[in-house]
Antibody, heavy 121, light 110 residues
Framework: EVQLVESGGGLVQPGRSMKLSCAASGFTFNNYDMAWVCQAPKKGLEWVATISYDGSSTYYRDSVKGRFTISRDNAKSTLYLQMDSLRSEDTATYYC??????????????WGQGASVTVSS | DIVLTQSPALAVSLEQRATISCKTSQNVDNYGISYMHWYQQKPGQQPKLLIYEGSNLASGIPARFSGSGSGTDFTLTIDPVEADDIATYYCQQSKDYPRTFGGGTKLELK
């Protein structure tokens, strides 16, 4: 069974940092591109970042470029999101998602349960 | 950025057909494939992939869900609607970065 389990969320002050993790199991992690998608309270889904299967390529939405870093450790089957210089507008639930390699790029066929991040003083 | 526009809500009766639309600001087709996908999200849960590439049913999804459209106009159809289908539905394009989602359509019971 495919499982994606996020951790590391919580309350953080504006300007500080937080690192999310996503532990993957039930599939060969190093064969899949991965992504982070966020959802602000009562709002819609917003793609944050994608990393290629081997970590060689990364892509970010403009609002997080230079502040967030997506990375992975294939030996540990774990995806990360390092979030620096956090702002109140980064408050959201952050989902880890797997990209389906058997379709066109960008299809997210498995999702974690989400990690809640609240940026507030 | 490619903007995806969905109606905020749709009221439907059980066992009737629901049609949810998604319009994009740019063509999301390439070489005959639509880079348009649909997700279902129930309250307090993570999203679930329903349809990929415009019309392909994801694994384990009931056949009462179907997707159609091309270019800039896409539709998700649920026929017939069951009580378990009450949720918010999102379209998403992967033609370009940034990947973008529609604002979501909340399916409600009439």
């Amino acid at each position: 069974e495919v499982q994606l389990v996020e951790s590391g969320g919580g309350l953080v002050q504006p300007g500080r940092s937080m690192k999310l993790s996503c532990a993957a199991s039930g599939f060969t992690f190093n064969n899949y591109d991965m992504a982070w998608v966020c959802q602000a309270p009562k709002k819609g889904l917003e793609w944050v970042a994608t990393i290629s299967y081997d970590g060689s390529s990364t892509y970010y939405r403009d609002s997080v470029k230079g502040r967030f870093t997506i990375s992975r450790d294939n030996a540990k089957s774990t995806l990360y999101l390092q979030m620096d210089s956090l702002r109140s507008e980064d408050t959201a639930t952050y989902y880890c998602a797997r990209h389906d390699p058997y379709t066109v790029e960008g299809v997210m066929d498995a999702w974690g349960q989400g990690a809640s991040v609240t940026v507030s003083s | 950025d490619i903007v995806l526009t969905q109606s905020p809500a749709l009221a439907v009766s059980l066992e009737q057909r629901a049609t949810i639309s998604c319009k994009t600001s740019q063509n999301v087709d390439n070489y005959g494939i639509s880079y348009m996908h649909w997700y279902q999200q129930k309250p307090g849960q993570q999203p679930k992939l329903l349809i990929y590439e415009g019309s392909n049913l994801a694994s384990g999804i009931p056949a009462r869900f179907s997707g159609s459209g091309s270019g800039t106009d896409f539709t998700l159809t649920i026929d017939p609607v069951e009580a378990d289908d009450i949720a918010t539905y999102y379209c998403q394009q992967s033609k370009d970065y940034p990947r973008t989602f529609g604002g979501g359509t909340k399916l409600e019971l009439k």
